[in-house]
T-cell receptor, first 113, second 117 residues
Framework: DVKVTQSSRYLVKRTGEKVFLECVQDMDHENMFWYRQDPGLGLRLIYF???????EKGDIPEGYSVSREKKERFSLILESASTNQTSMYLC????????????FGPGTRLTVT | KNQVEQSPQSLIILEGKNCTLQ??????????LRWYKQDTGRGPVSLTIMTFSENTKSNGRYTATLDADTKQSSLHITASQLSDSASYICVVSANPMTTDSWGKFQFGAGTQVVVTP
């Protein structure tokens, strides 16, 4: 059974803290994604990685960075958390090919106070 | 402006009834269109994927249609069940050969469906 796991379901952090969100997939997929989801806006791409140590900015990368040291793990880093980064964060992975299925993790609800 | 627009924003239907959700897009050139179901507090799960040449695809009680000429898609739910209560998201991808990154899916804001007993 396909699995994408995220390190936390709920997280509460203070403004200015450094925050790490981790995502692990067990499907040997090359492509991994980080999205944030806000009411009425749909999912927005933060960063995309198509291979180990390779990354590409999405639509809203400001305030975020990523790390992909191993194929199965893709981390999202909030260098200095701010209240406008309060959101649902979703990780996804996808196999090769433009028709590859995209599998999502359960999401991390991050609250920055 | 969002390149994928969904309607209605939300709808309430009685258990056992049918409903149709709409998706209009401007993404071009078109590669494929996906419908996802997202239960509250969970990640989206794929229902269907359609390419330019496909105009209908079914997954159980879910049937998606695609008109690539008018850039419209619909998702029809037949004989709704309480477990169909969820957000349904339309996602469109551009042709990867003509973009600088094929990692970019364009997501609609979703239609929230509530099925009542």
């Amino acid at each position: 059974d396909v699995k994408v796991t995220q390190s936390s379901r709920y997280l509460v952090k203070r403004t200015g803290e450094k925050v790490f969100l981790e995502c692990v997939q067990d499907m040997d997929h090359e492509n991994m994604f980080w999205y944030r989801q806000d009411p009425g806006l749909g999912l927005r791409l933060i960063y995309f990685s198509y291979d180990v140590k390779m990354k590409e900015k999405g639509d809203i990368p400001e305030g975020y960075s990523v790390s992909r040291e191993k194929k199965e793990r893709f981390s999202l880093i909030l260098e200095s958390a701010s209240t406008n980064q309060t959101s649902m964060y979703l990780c996804a992975s996808q196999g090769t090919g433009r028709l590859g299925e995209q599998y999502f993790g359960p999401g991390t609800r991050l609250t920055v106070t | 402006k969002n390149q994928v627009e969904q309607s209605p924003q939300s709808l309430i239907i009685l258990e056992g009834k049918n409903c149709t959700l709409q998706c209009n897009y401007t993404v071009s050139p078109f590669s494929n269109l996906r419908w996802y179901k997202q239960d509250t507090g969970r990640g989206p799960v794929s229902l269907t994927i359609m390419t330019f040449s496909e105009n209908t695809k079914s997954n159980g009680r879910y049937t998606a249609t695609l008109d690539a000429d008018t850039k419209q898609s619909s998702l029809h739910i037949t004989a709704s069940q309480l477990s169909d209560s969820a957000s349904y998201i339309c996602v469109v991808s551009a042709n990867p050969m003509t973009t600088d990154s094929w990692g970019k899916f364009q997501f609609g804001a979703g239609t929230q469906v509530v099925v009542t007993p």
